[in-house]
Nanobody, 125 residues
Framework: QVQVVESGGGLVQAGGSLRLSCAGS????????LGWFRQAPGKEREGVAS???????TYADSVKGRFTISQDSAKDTLYLQMNSLEPEDAAMYYC???????????????????WGQGTQVTVSS
């Protein structure tokens, strides 16, 4: 059974840093994309950052230059280093994986099919 579990959230002052982790287990297929999303109360879920199999990364404009996504394939762990946090970054952060059965399917847009339960990030001003 595939599991995706986030950790590392918490309360931080504006300008501070946090590193989120996402541990994957039970993968029967290899990943094509891994990503971080967030959702604040009353707002829609938005993509924060993603990393593709070829290490291509994408970021939301609002976090470019402040957040860094990375992954340790040996540990099946995804990270999100968040620096210079702003009150607007406060949200529930979710990790997601796009797992695909074979290399022949590793193309196109990311389509996330496995999601974690989220970790809360609170930023005080």
């Amino acid at each position: 059974q595939v599991q995706v579990v986030e950790s590392g959230g918490g309360l931080v002052q504006a300008g501070g840093s946090l590193r989120l982790s996402c541990a994957g287990s039970g993968y029967t297929y290899s990943y094509y994309c891994l990503g971080w999303f967030r959702q604040a109360p009353g707002k829609e879920r938005e993509g924060v950052a993603s990393i593709r199999r070829d290490d291509r990364t994408t970021y939301a404009d609002s976090v470019k230059g402040r957040f860094t996504i990375s992954q340790d394939s040996a540990k099946d762990t995804l990270y999100l280093q968040m620096n210079s946090l702003e009150p607007e970054d406060a949200a529930m952060y979710y990790c997601a994986a796009d797992l695909r059965p074979s290399r022949s399917t590793w193309y196109g847009r990311c389509e996330f099919n496995y999601w974690g339960q989220g970790t809360q990030v609170t930023v005080s001003s």
